[in-house]
């Protein structure tokens, strides 16, 4: 079942250019990850985000978290083409399912040079 | 630090025919997950394993999938019979603890013919 979902779901940006993705999520959480993927290799761990933050940095990474929302942003600033690639937000919860992580469908970003 | 290992990372095979994924985590990790992965899809939990123990496997297809971690360590995924459904990646991860970041192996590309 599907806990978490991306807006959009592709996303063209010129290098240079900020890249925001979005994630909306439906049941309480522990915390709520970002990673990355790219094409025809294992994710990649970006940044994890406690359900008590607000917001989070790293590097040329901004994650923020409204969980009165559910939803969570992820902000890539002066973007490379080598960012090219599909970002998943995963929410871990606890309940029916403790200590899984739920992948949303993704999105996929294209940085052209 | 080597990271998680996975093999085969191609597998193509005619339907009703077995098939096996093996991964070996990260050093220490006591947490293990197998994933499979549809196209354009985020990955899907199959299994969580808790050093030896199977957790959470109410995702596993119980007819067709089987899997094991011998020991605590590594780790083998089975399909016996494979069906054209079957056709995805299936990605292997370890985690320090539940619900801690995970680490992706480069996943095993099955295809069923």
């Known amino acids: 079942s599907q806990q978490g979902e991306e807006d959009p779901q592709a996303l063209s940006i010129q290098e240079g250019e900020n890249a925001t993705m979005n994630c909306s999520y439906k049941?309480?959480?522990?915390?709520l990850q970002w990673y990355r993927q790219n094409s025809g290799r294992g994710l990649v761990h970006l940044i994890l985000?406690?359900?008590?933050?607000r917001e989070k940095h790293s590097g040329r990474l901004r994650v923020t978290l409204d969980t009165s929302k559910k939803s969570s942003s992820l902000l890539i600033t002066a973007s490379r083409a080598a960012d090219t690639a599909s970002y998943f937000c995963?929410?871990?919860?606890?309940?029916?399912?403790?200590?899984?992580?739920?992948f949303g469908k993704g999105t996929k970003l294209s940085v052209k040079p | 630090e080597a990271g998680v290992v996975q093999s085969p990372r191609y597998k193509i095979i005619e339907k009703k025919q077995p098939v096996a994924f093996w991964c070996n985590p990260i050093?220490?990790?006591?947490?293990l997950y197998w994933y499979r992965q549809n196209l354009g899809q985020g990955p899907e939990l199959l299994i969580r394993?808790?050093?030896?123990?199977?957790?959470?496997d109410s995702q596993l297809p119980k007819d067709r999938f089987s899997a094991e971690r011998l020991k605590g360590v590594d780790s083998t995924l089975k399909i016996q019979p494979a069906e054209l459904g079957d056709s995805a990646v299936y990605l292997c991860?370890?985690?320090?603890?539940?619900?801690?970041?995970?680490?992706f192996g480069p996943g095993t590309r099955l295809t069923v013919l």
């Open positions: 991860a370890s985690s320090p603890q539940t619900l801690f970041e995970q680490f």
């Open positions: 049941t309480s959480i522990n915390n």
């Open positions: 985000i406690r359900s008590n933050e």
């Open positions: 995963a929410t871990g919860i606890y309940g029916g399912s403790q200590g899984n992580l739920i």
């Open positions: 050093s220490g990790h006591n947490t």
């Open positions: 394993y808790e050093n030896e123990e199977a957790v959470d």
